[in-house]
Every structure is written in C-alpha cells, then in structure tokens.
C-alpha cells in the first residue's frame, strides 16, 4: 500500500508520514518547504519505504506509479503563518486541494483532507459538534485559511458525491508536540521561546479566551482510525479539556525555574473567543478519545523545544 502526503514535512505530516510506515505503508511525502522543514523527516531519508519530493501542490502534481491513499496535509496553519502568505494559504486550501483530489482520482486511490475547527470560525455554540455550519468572517484576516479550509470541504464533499472518490475528512483542533516550529507565531511555541529567552510573555486580549490542546501522538492515532474508517463526513478531532489562555500559561510557566512576567497585547481581529470540540462522534464511530493530559504533553513538548533552543 502506498500512501502520498502533502506536507509531509510539516509538523502534523511528518508525524503521519512516521504512523504511516510504522503500519506497513510506503510513503512519498510531497512539500515545498514554506512551513515544513527537512529535518522533520531527516530520520526517515534512509528508510526505503520513504521517499521526499519538493513540490508546490498548489501546481499540477504528477507522482509516477499506483497510489492507493492522498492525504492532503499542506497548509499553513498557523495564523502568523497565514497571515504572512495570505495568498499561497488560499492557494494551497483551494487549488491544491483540488490537485490533491484529482491525483487520488487518477490513481483510483481513497482520499483524506485535513481540515480544521476554523471551519467553526468565532463559535457562537460551545462546544462545537460537526453539524454546526460556523461563524466565519470571510473577509478578515483569517478567512484566507478559513475559506480556504471551508472550500477545501466542499470540494472534497463534491468529488465525493459526483466522482465517487472515497473520502474522508477531519477537523483538527489545536494541536502540539514536537516537531512545532518554535518560531511558528502560535501560543504554545511563543511563551516557550519567550519564556526560554527570559522575555515577557505576550498574552493577547485578557487572555479569558479559551482553546483546548491536544497533543500530536493522539491526533494521529485519531487520524489513522478516521482514515481507516467509513466515514466521509467531517468529523472532530481534538482534545475537550477547554482551558483559558492565561491558565494555559501558568501551566506552562510551571516548568520554568524564574517564570518572566505577562504583558498583554491587542488581541488580534477575529480571533475565536471560545474553541473546545465535541468529540462524541470519534468517540462513537473511532472508539477514539485523547490519552494524554496536558502536564504529560507540556513535559514531552518542552524536552523538545529545550533541545531546539539550544541548537539555535
Ligand atoms: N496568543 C497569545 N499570545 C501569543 C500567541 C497567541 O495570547 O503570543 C493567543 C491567540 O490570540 C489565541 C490563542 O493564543 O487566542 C491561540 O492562538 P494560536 O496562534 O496558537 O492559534 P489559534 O487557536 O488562534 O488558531
């Protein structure tokens, strides 16, 4: 069985590229680097079961031989990301995923978006389950990801419905652990590098925001069971322990000796007020909930980052 994943370097992708060969699978992962780094896969260069490819997705993507599995992984997703390249993250959401479909289509091959809670937007219902259809600015500085996202889906929906492809779809939460870019612009890599650095933390707004984190070895165990599934509607994936930003810091601060002070900054437009995922359809059809708490998945994620910091 082999297996393509766009952004297969990127930090969820080269976690599914690892699950992927652990079960057996050959992978060629497909990525352009704008996110993703080399040393992501570095440990599998030698694997013969792995192959790399530079490519932009958002192009025509030609991959020689069978293909029995499209993972479409490739985006940036995190808004400092997004919002640096509003256009290539339109681009990848919507061309790419088209490609990515098409690819599958050609090769008879099943098909798996990666989509995202962004679909939700700014939640007016918390938590939020897969039948609530969002609450998404389109014109604002995250409708580049969110539309796209949005798109993505229904394009994925189409494909499905008119050409018969077999397809999935999961809408990840946030997510962390190792392999995050400590310079990504996210919550979680921010306070630890500022924290690493013995800079102030930036909390944004009154930091009463909440969001809840899962971390990467459940979110791909709960990918591997979705794709190994029936099931071709979205469906959740997450972790609903729901935890405002300012406690998420102090639980952070805990594993640092002199823990710097908190300076808050303008909260930035858009940004959703509430986010936790009702899992219960995981849980019903995946038979799949998270395992590991956020003090286990704080502890392995700063062993990681402590490393990178040192190296920098
Ligand atoms: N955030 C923050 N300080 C930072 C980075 C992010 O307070 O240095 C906040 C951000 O405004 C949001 C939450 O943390 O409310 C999570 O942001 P992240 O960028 O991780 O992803 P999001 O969940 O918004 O996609």
Same mark, same amino acid.
């Given at each position: 069985m082999r297996a393509v994943v766009t952004g297969g370097a990127g930090f969820l992708g080269s976690h599914l590229c690892d699950r992927l060969i652990s079960e057996g699978w050959d992978v060629l992962a497909l990525d352009n680097l704008v996110t993703g780094v080399d040393s992501n896969v570095a440990h599998l260069l030698e694997n013969p079961k792995f192959g790399i490819q530079r490519a932009d997705v958002s192009k025509? %993507?030609?991959?020689?031989?069978?293909?029995?599995?499209?993972?479409?992984?490739?985006?940036?997703?995190? @808004?400092? =990301?997004?919002?640096? !390249?509003? +256009?290539?993250t339109l681009k990848v959401g919507a061309l790419g995923t088209h490609n990515a479909l098409g690819l599958a289509r050609a090769k008879n091959a099943k098909f798996f978006?990666? /989509?995202?809670?962004?679909?939700?937007? =700014?939640?007016?219902? /918390?938590p939020q389950n897969e039948d609530y259809w969002g609450h998404v600015n389109p014109i604002g500085p995250r409708g580049v990801y969110d539309e796209a996202k949005r798109f993505a889906e229904a394009m994925t929906m189409a494909y499905h419905r008119y050409h018969k492809v077999d397809?999935? %779809?999961?809408? +990840?939460?946030?997510t962390?652990?190792?392999?995050?870019?400590?310079? =990504?612009?996210?919550?979680? @890599?921010n306070f630890v590098f500022q924290a690493l650095?013995? !800079?102030?933390?930036?909390?944004?707004?009154?930091?009463?925001?909440?969001? /809840?984190?899962?971390?990467?070895? =459940?979110? %791909?165990?709960?990918?591997?069971?979705?794709? !190994? /599934? *029936?099931?071709h509607l979205p469906t959740n994936i997450g972790?609903? $322990?729901?935890?405002?930003?300012?406690?998420?810091?102090?639980?952070?601060?805990?594993?640092? *000796?002199?823990?710097?002070? %908190?300076?808050?900054?303008?909260?930035? $437009?858009? *940004?959703p007020k509430r986010r936790c995922p009702d899992i219960s359809k995981a849980r019903r059809i995946l038979k799949w909930e998270p395992r590991v708490g956020l003090a286990e998945g704080l502890q392995l994620t700063l062993v990681h980052f402590k490393a990178v910091f040192r190296k920098k």
């Open positions: 025509y %993507i030609d991959v020689p031989g069978t293909v029995d599995y499209v993972l479409h992984f490739a985006s940036p997703a995190s @808004p400092v =990301d997004y919002l640096k !390249m509003p +256009i290539p978006l990666a /989509s995202t809670s962004e679909c939700y937007g =700014d939640p007016e219902v /918390s397809t999935r %779809i999961v809408r +990840i939460f946030n962390y652990g190792p392999r995050m870019r400590l310079n =990504d612009g996210r919550a979680l @890599p650095s013995g !800079m102030p933390l930036t909390v944004y707004g009154d930091g009463k925001q909440t969001r /809840s984190f899962c971390y990467v070895s =459940d979110l %791909i165990e709960g990918i591997y069971r979705l794709m !190994m /599934s *029936d099931e972790n609903p $322990q729901e935890i405002t930003l300012l406690d998420f810091v102090e639980r952070i601060l805990r594993h640092f *000796d002199n823990p710097p002070p %908190i300076v808050f900054k303008p909260l930035p $437009q858009d *940004d």
